[in-house]
T-cell receptor, first 111, second 116 residues
Framework: DAGITQSPRHKVTETGTPVTLRCHQT?????MYWYRQDPGHGLRLIHY???????DKGEVSDGYSVSRSKTEDFLLTLESATSSQTSVYFC??????????FGDGTRLSIL | GESVGLHLPTLSVQEGDNSIINCAYS??????FIWYKQESGKGPQFIID?????DKRQGQRVTVLLNKTVKHLSLQIAATQPGDSAVYFC???????????????FGQGTILTVHP
């Protein structure tokens, strides 16, 4: 989506390895979000950020951490990846009371 | 906890027909609702939104209806086209613009298939 870049778009890794996904925005939005999407579950919020260095947990935050050192970048880290974290990860940006806009996702496979 | 759900997981229509996708929400305090469309391999794309002080909102070929009495949301697509084939999600936000930080709760999605 315009203004939101997720990297990498695809990744395969092994159980127990650390993984970092990056979300970059050019819209200067205050809020950024990480979701995961699994069959039968829709999108579930992992973590979100409401400003530089301001982050909080979402619905499914166990096993994940985030960092936001500057407005445009929001990083999602799996400290020690597990097979249950195989999913498609989406980043979104927003301004609070307006609709969120999503990136095109990162497909992560953990073997 | 509170969640948003859908009545029908799949919907199949003929090109040119009108489509109606339904969504039930359980949090009566939710005050902002959004419909998204997701095509294969892509992120959700915003279609239309509605706030709780309204019961209907129209866009280009799409209409969203909100019935707060029965906590029901619907998306109507007029003259459905093959390009409308996708998964459609409803999402709700509690206290939009307040202290919710824009967090959304999503339904599981409805697959819309449009046959030529």
């Amino acid at each position: 989506d315009a203004g939101i870049t997720q990297s990498p778009r695809h990744k395969v890794t092994e159980t127990g390895t650390p993984v970092t996904l990056r979300c970059h925005q050019t819209e200067n939005h205050r809020y950024m979000y990480w979701y995961r999407q699994d069959p039968g579950h829709g999108l579930r919020l992992i973590h979100y950020s409401y400003g530089v260095k301001d982050t909080d947990k979402g619905e499914v935050s166990d096993g994940y951490s985030v960092s936001r050192s500057k407005t445009e970048d929001f990083l999602l880290t799996l400290e020690s990846a597990t097979s249950s974290q195989t999913s498609v990860y989406f980043c979104a940006i927003g301004s609070g009371n307006q609709p969120q806009h999503f990136g095109d996702g990162t497909r992560l496979s953990i073997l | 906890g509170e969640s948003v759900g859908l009545h029908l997981p799949t919907l199949s229509v003929q090109e040119g027909d009108n489509s109606i996708i339904n969504c039930a929400y359980s949090n009566s305090a939710s005050d902002y609702f959004i419909w998204y469309k997701q095509e294969s391999g892509k992120g959700p794309q915003f279609i239309i939104d509605i706030r709780s002080n309204m019961d209907k909102r129209q866009g280009q070929r799409v209409t969203v209806l909100l019935n707060k009495t029965v906590k029901h949301l619907s998306l109507q697509i007029a003259a459905t086209q093959p390009g409308d084939s996708a998964v459609y999600f409803c999402a709700e936000n509690l206290n939009a613009g307040g202290t919710s930080y824009g967090k959304l709760t999503f339904g599981q999605g409805t697959i819309l298939t449009v046959h030529p």
